[in-house]
């Protein structure tokens, strides 16, 4: 398993900085001062299902209420027993009787300039439409909706009609290929898709339907697809009769009344596609109560949480931050929460902050990986505009590099605005570890505590706990209810990733310590996740797509340090019936964009006469990591054929 690195280890043991908030920002917060969060957190950690129970009748409609907080029998957690919910009707129905009625709800940016926004009562009505376009199409409680779409607001939408109706949705990130898709469809057994004619990125149109159409050659349980008109006649399509639909004429034939169903607390919501260390993407599987609970408390904890609010999460839906901070919890919470199609640098690389100043956004949640891009795209971008209005900044994916922090902190909030830097994963649901901003000081690179109800700890590989200031495994030693309820269509696997390792406890795969003062530092993943641009990838997959092109015998793929996107993708290869040059390599890039989508196209292609291995036959993950990065020196000519079998011999004890 990997260790962290010494520049990881350095950045934390050397960081001194503390950023308590502004008094201001104390008075106003929900959660105002140290003592306060001290005080909910042990009221939590003393009995967490009676805490949640108390949050979850308070937070929550119910249609029935339930009878038992919490039955835990490990790996399988059952949250708010016996009642009956449904999570549009917590999004929406809750807000239509008071003033947040006519509340914008969605105010979406499209790429060519398009805007669009929706009260909570006209995004109901949406919903409604389209959760009976679904019942139309024969979609039934438990049938899997497969998603692959644009970011526009028939993406939330169709999210929330099929939890309206209980109809569980997988929603696919628009940059896979249609290979990924199949994978997905049939792992799921979706039985109906969505999607759109295309979609804009930097002015140019992704040809969604056509990847659709290559996927469903793969899919056989999917038998309708509904397809959103996006593009227009920009982008020719097929429809295939008997199978595919416009979006627009299903709607206008359907009822515009649809009663939110009462569903059972744990009836699962959606399945969302993740990558793991082995194998192919595994499908998250989250349920409805506890979920719905977990997305709307951490948002209100985390974000502070203001009536008047504008919040923008800079995510993809195709992501669960998009799912959790744009659908769910600013929804379940009443809040304003604007959604945008495109790219950052797209008309110009001011686009986000002509967004903040345009309209008045208070909170502002993004990604490590775009601040990088923006301090190298200049600080001019940002001076254009007014950013009076921020007052509170987040992060999430990765961990955020201390200088990155500094220019965040000064340039985009002014030195006024607190920074939470979110620690959570897809299988948590929600946010595990945060500062709550206006209680804990925060300092540069570390998520600080958990939140309440959230119990971690850091164990050495014998479970035991380790001193501050120790590395070790992160996990979990309570259930929660945001937590996954399964990997989608397998247990074994499900029990083996996250219970197996530490008895009692759920293991995250990232590697932490926490310093004398209690604070959380993350020090990167156990296991052969890579983490590029704040997405997941196992390097496993990677190797797979590479794998099946017919002039690839052996593939190891590892992770190097890059500026911008966190981790790059290095590949190692060695051919078959080919000899290495420039026109193979990038045919295996295009090979690799196929099988997977341009977010695991590697950066680096190197040749190799053979792997180097351990004696006891494994790849030396280590060694090839070193040699990414370039610590280890070896010849830079990439064309030629590298030979890496001294190497490997003398680091061969050090590694098996
Ligand atoms: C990493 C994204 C450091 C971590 C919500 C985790 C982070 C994985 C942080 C989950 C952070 C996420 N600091 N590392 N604030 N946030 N990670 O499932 O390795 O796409 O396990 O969920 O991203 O990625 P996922």
New binding site residues.
Partial sequence: MAEPSQGQLDTVMQERRVFPPSEEFAQRARIGSPAAYEELYARAKTDPASFWAELARAELHWFEPFRTALEWKEPFARWFVGGTTNVSYNCLDIHLEGPRRNKAALIWEGEPGDQRTLTYQQLHREVCLFANVLKNLGVKRGDVVSIYMPMVPELAIAMLACARIGAIHSVIFAGFSSEAIADRNNDAQAKVQLTADGGWRRGKILPLKETVDAALEKSPSVQKCVVLRRVGDVQEVSMREGRDYWWDELTAQAEAECPAEPLDSETPLFILY?SGSTGKPKGIMHTSAGYNLFAKKTFEWVFDRREEDVFWCTADCG???GHSYIVYGPRSAGATAPMHEGAPNWPAEDRFWELVEKHRVNVLYTAPTAIRAFIKWGDHHVEKHDLSSLRLLG?????INPEAWMWYHHKIGGGRCPIV??????ETGGIMMSPLPGAIPTKPGS?TKPLPGVLPRIVDEEGREVDPNHGGWLVMAHPWPGMLRGIWGDEERFREVYWSKVPGHYL???NARRDSDGYYW?M??IDDVI?VSGH?LSTIEVESALVSHPNVAEAAAVGRPDELKGQAISVFVTLRNAEPNDALRDALRAHARQEIGALAVPDDIRFAAVLPKTRSGKIMRRLLRDIAAGKEAVGQDTTTLEDFSVLAALRSDEES
């Fill in positions: 993740t992501w669960i931050t992060t999430v994916g990765e961990g830097d979110t620690w959570w994963q897809t998520c995250a795969g990232d993350i990167g993943r983490n997941r």
